[in-house]
């Protein structure tokens, strides 16, 4: 059902959800930007939408709030191993077509992927989702190159206008709560980006020959290996582990897994002193081919959503679409 109602009405819902929900959303920090005296937009808890910025892409996706930076998964002592205790609140998480549809593919790697896994489960299944719409494309966008640019898997859609909320309710949850609000109904159509201004074509033809391509040594002179397309891109999910001893017992302390990059140094790195991939041409190499190739030959659709936020983020203007734009001449030259 569609609404349309009073920023302050909305408010008085969002106070009611948080009494069961911790409440996620892109918002601004102040003065943690990348540079001096500059912003950023991430996401973190909110209680009013006047906090949500809706007019700038986050600079990170939402993908932090399901999958911790940092995680323990479990205590030990001398004689015992106990896992945390999880937050009984539920999430609820306010993003884009294009994260939604990133979404699909974190629960392909955590819960279809041979096993489930049972952390990531825990606060999966607590997870319900507003969706953002987007007006137009922003920068470094090719969500529609991607087909991720619409999407009708959501709990609520919601739009703001001045002073006014519209919502597409989905939830019957949600809409139980809203009809305790002074609202008007109407019909509520969600905003999508149709076009971008970035454009990518993946090859027909693309096959493993395209290792061979000389396409991907440009990157071991550009990339400084600082792993920062991995960590704000939100179908990235790899994490490494790490056993924290506590100082006054050795004995004792806490297991976490990380988030880790298949970019950085010693990612590759094995019991011997091994290590693969140690040029960072092989690694965008791997990266790329992961996104676009070989994930599409299992799961049926790409990994990629195209929300353009490695580009965002790379401190080197190493563009992943300008990338895929030159397989098609890279596959002519390894044929």
């Known amino acids: 059902m569609g609404y349309k109602l009073k920023v302050e009405e909305f408010n008085k819902g969002l106070q009611e959800l948080s009494k069961k929900y911790k409440i996620y959303a892109p918002k601004v920090f102040e003065g943690q930007g990348k540079f001096s005296d500059t912003d950023i937009v991430r996401y973190g808890e909110v209680s009013k939408i006047e906090e949500i910025e809706f007019n700038k892409k986050s600079n990170f996706s939402y993908k932090e709030v399901l999958l911790p930076i940092t995680q323990t998964l479990f205590f030990f002592t001398e004689e015992e191993i106990k ?57 470094n966008c090719f969500c529609v190159s991607m087909g991720t640019n619409k999407t009708d898997e959501y709990n609520v859609y919601v739009k703001q206008e001045g002073n006014e909320v519209y919502l597409d309710i989905k939830d019957e949850e949600f809409e139980s709560l809203f009809n305790n609000l002074d609202r008007e109904p109407l019909e509520v159509i969600p905003d999508f980006a149709l076009d971008n201004k970035i454009k990518v074509n993946i090859p027909d033809n693309l096959d493993l020959n395209i290792v061979k391509s000389k396409v991907w040594d440009e990157y071991s002179e550009r990339c400084i290996a600082c792993g920062r397309c991995n960590f704000v891109c939100p179908t990235c999910t790899c994490f490494t582990m790490q056993d924290l001893f506590y100082k006054d017992n050795g004995k004792v302390g806490e297991r976490r897994r990380v988030w880790a990059s298949c970019q950085v140094d010693g990612y590759t790195d094995m019991a011997g002193g091994h290590s693969f991939r140690k040029e960072k041409g092989q690694r965008m190499r791997f990266k790329v081919l992961h996104k676009i190739y070989d994930y599409e030959k299992r799961w049926g659709y790409h990994m990629c959503v195209g929300c353009g936020r490695c580009d965002d983020a790379c401190p080197e203007y190493i563009s992943f679409s300008n990338c895929v734009k030159k397989l098609e001449k890279a596959m002519d030259e390894v044929k």
Do not use: Q, T, W
């Not at 077509?97 to 041979?114: A, T, V």
């Open 83 to 139: 896992e945390p205790n999880v937050d009984e609140k539920s999430i609820l998480i306010f993003l884009r077509s294009c994260d939604m549809h990133s979404l699909r593919r974190i629960d392909d790697i955590y819960l279809r992927n041979k096993f489930e896994d049972s952390y990531y489960k825990k606060l999966r299944e607590k997870a319900k989702f507003v969706l953002i719409g987007c007006e137009k494309s922003f920068e």
